[in-house]
């Protein structure tokens, strides 16, 4: 396929749902706009059953892009409505689908629709693969990944993890690592004083920022921990504070109750509502360091918006994540476990901050949209 003008539908959340892949699905439309080409996006009228979604509202307070056409049409679980939306994107004739896939729960509805797409002998298919092995995994993962995959053309992984786990499906097709582009849709960097200002933190504290959603793989409790050993810790020679900035999507009251068993209230700033679009910048522009102290992973949409807004990190040797951020220049890795990762936390403020933002300015020009789109193109 030569990349001149294209007629290109995306598959996946995209407004009024809210959450990352939202804001990436909308965001990778518009990388293609500017490069010339028709889009729109098929998002969920329906996307999860409340049995799958742990948090408040699927649904985003912000108001509708203006310049994306989005089509609120696809029900996850109406097998009518996956022949109906399969019928009307096989007759449009799109030259390109690009499909996201994140839950083995969207296998069938997914795969039914692109199948029924495929038969018009036009249109190719990518799919940009979040997660192939779910990082909570349920009956029938496998049987409705292996149903999902075959009429695809082509995958684009965001982690070296993903592209390996396509390989235990035995799939024959073209695939790709492509870095997970830049969130540079939630506004520019600002100062320091001004973030902290807007969200009410104090200015003479550093701050650890924990961000996103808060699930059991993100090794939140391991924090917790980490933050124990700091506080007993002799050496600490400065006042540090952690910002928990997402809403929880699971119970939380083991996290409560971790709180006080361990003595740490007094270091935790907790804002455990969902942080809504507009906030973000605010959230990371406030933060001295992100930290990621995941238990497994593949790849995060956490380390594009530290890239973007020049906020060092602190992440765990697992999954995607240490190829992201590289030791020394941009953040410090730690091992999945409190002592490690409390460790890493005073290594990096004997650093300083100063000392890595070189770094990042330098290695965050190699995530840009127009080598997704292209990578997108070249795979098909």
């Not at 602190?314 to 020394?328: A, K, R």
Request: with cysteine.
């Amino acid at each position: 396929m030569n990349t001149s003008s294209k007629n290109i539908i995306i598959i996946g959340p995209a407004h009024p749902l809210r959450g990352g892949l939202a804001s990436y699905n909308e965001r990778l439309a518009r990388a293609f706009q500017q490069a010339g080409h028709q889009v729109k996006i098929h998002t969920f009228s329906l996307q999860y059953p409340g049995f799958l979604f742990p948090g408040t509202t699927q649904f985003s307070s912000e108001p509708a892009p203006k310049d994306i056409e989005i089509n609120i049409s696809i029900n996850s679980i109406n097998p009518l409505n996956w022949i109906s939306v399969g019928q009307k994107i096989k007759k449009e004739k799109p030259d390109l689908i690009v499909v996201r896939y994140w839950l083995p729960f969207m296998g069938p509805c997914l795969g039914t629709i692109l199948r029924i797409v495929k038969k018009n002998k036009h249109t190719k298919i990518v799919c940009i693969a979040d997660n192939i092995i779910p990082h909570e995994k349920r009956i029938g993962d496998n049987a409705f990944t292996k149903y999902f995959v075959k009429p695809i053309d082509g995958f684009i992984t965001m982690s070296q993890k993903v592209l390996n786990d396509l390989k235990i499906f035995n799939i024959d097709k073209p695939s790709k690592y492509v870095a997970h582009p830049l969130y540079d849709n939630f506004g520019d960097k600002i100062s320091q004083e001004e973030a902290r200002r807007k969200i009410g933190i104090e200015k003479d504290v550093k701050i650890v920022l924990f961000f996103g959603f808060i699930r059991q793989y993100k090794g939140l409790d391991l924090l917790f921990e980490a933050i124990k050993l700091l506080n007993d810790s002799t050496n600490q020679h400065v006042q540090i504070k952690f910002l928990i900035a997402g809403e929880f999507y699971e119970d939380r009251t083991a996290y409560d109750e971790q709180i006080k068993k361990l003595g740490i209230a007094e270091s935790l700033i907790l804002r455990t509502d969902f942080i809504s679009d507009s906030e973000v910048k605010y959230y990371l522009c406030a933060a001295d360091v992100v930290i990621q102290p995941y238990k497994n992973a593949t790849q995060s949409g956490v380390t594009p918006l530290a890239y973007h807004f020049e906020i060092p990190m602190i992440v765990t040797n697992v999954g995607g994540l240490p190829g992201l951020v590289p030791d020394g220049k941009v953040g410090l890795i730690a091992e999945p476990n409190p002592i490690s990762i409390a460790e890493k936390i005073q290594e990096y403020f004997n650093i300083g901050k100063d000392n890595f933002i070189p770094g990042l300015i330098e290695e965050k020009k190699k995530y840009s949209w127009e080598e997704m789109t292209n990578e997108i193109f070249k795979l098909i």
